[in-house]
């Protein structure tokens, strides 16, 4: 593993339960024992994240910078500063990949506009998981991120991309607040056509991991899962007649 300067995009777990050791590939673990910092979207996950590892000073002794949906694009050049100046420093967010429906992004961009190093890890990422695992086609598709919390705005949103999904031939993808879930849910049943497929992930890689995939007419005959708190993705595709 080299120990140039660059900045580190590291994959982190999906949830507290599950193992680093299983889910994490060799070359993260290499990776961990060259670097000098962490960025991470706060104290508490940065601190759980280093304890899965072999560092090379103590990591309680690892400096953690914190970079959040709060943090100005503009402090950009603090984080990348150690790097400047010889460093390497990991970037995680609390879940899955960093800088995918995730902050991070910007801070990449503008390491490439400064000509520093960035190295990317493979490891798990919850959307290409329940895209994987849920039957729907996966040669085209969107993610959405969060919709409006707002019902009829929502129910707007929805009504938009079930016409793109039948159009494009594209799998829509989508998240929300786990203790939200349940709206989104609702909203999808409201929405779409009977005939839609509709897939909804949770607990991805932990040993309650479930995942439910079948048209919106069978899914209004059954009682929801129970997706009270639980992390979720919500897919669903409209095949054409």
């Not at 962490?38 to 309680?60: D, N, P, Q, V």
């Not at 709060?70 to 967010?93: N, Q, V, Y």
Request: aromatic share 8%; net charge neutral.
């Amino acid at each position: 593993m080299s120990d140039q300067p660059a900045l580190l995009l590291l994959p982190n777990l999906l949830t507290k339960d599950s193992s680093a050791t299983m889910l994490l590939p060799a070359g993260v673990f290499a990776a961990m024992r060259t670097i000098d910092g962490l960025i991470a979207e706060s104290e508490r996950e940065g601190r759980r994240y280093l304890k899965h590892f072999e560092t090379k000073k103590a990591a309680t002794a690892i400096p953690i910078a914190l970079c959040n949906e709060h943090t100005a694009d503009s402090d950009s050049d603090f984080f990348l500063e150690p790097i400047a100046k010889g460093e390497r420093w990991g970037l995680i967010s609390d879940a899955g990949l960093p800088c995918v429906a995730d902050p991070g992004s910007r801070l990449v961009l503008r390491a490439r506009e400064k000509g520093l190093s960035v190295q990317a890890f493979a490891g798990p990422s919850s959307l290409l998981l329940a895209l994987m695992l849920s039957g729907l086609p996966g040669q085209k598709f969107s993610f959405h991120g969060y919709l409006d919390r707002d019902p009829i705005k929502r129910r707007r949103q929805l009504t938009f991309l079930v016409q793109q999904s039948s159009l494009e031939q594209a799998t829509q993808l989508m998240i929300e607040a786990p203790y939200r879930n349940l709206h989104l849910l609702e909203s999808l049943l409201q929405v779409l056509p009977v005939t839609a497929s509709l897939s909804v992930a949770w607990d991805l890689t932990s040993p309650t991991e479930g995942i439910i995939t079948q048209s919106i007419a069978k899914w209004k005959l059954c009682p929801p899962p129970d997706l009270e708190k639980k992390p979720a993705i919500f897919l669903f595709y409209i095949a054409q007649r």
